[in-house]
């Protein structure tokens, strides 16, 4: 071995083993939960919030409640979880009516049969 190599020897800290660290699981909603989250936020106005503040509080609000309403199943959602799936509803709701509205309009027989 010449002299200008040098023998590293890596040290490893055994007492960093000991933290865990968990990882959330994946939330997927099922209808009823879809459905629990409207009630809560109709029951709640969520057109009344006029500064940002308010709608957070409301997601939380709403993120409490389906946590309580759903903890025998291990179901557990943040207030940005809820405020996505929300949205994600909304623009679902005026795509179809959208969609339903143009069929509407094409033939308005045809719906009536």
Known sequence: MAE????????FDDSLMDERVF???PV????????????????????????????????????DDMNKAFEDEGFSVCQRRVRERY???LRQYQHE????HLRRKRDPAKLNK
């Open 28 to 63: 997927r909603f099922r209808a009823k939960h879809d459905i629990y989250l409207l009630k809560c936020a109709i029951s709640r106005n969520p057109f009344g919030c006029r500064v940002a503040g308010d709608a957070k509080y409301l997601n939380e609000t709403i993120a």
């Open 87 to 89: 949205q994600l509803l």
């Open 23 to 25: 990882l959330k699981k």
């Open 97 to 100: 009516d959208l969609a339903l």
């Open 4 to 11: 200008h190599e040098l023998r590293c020897k890596p040290e």
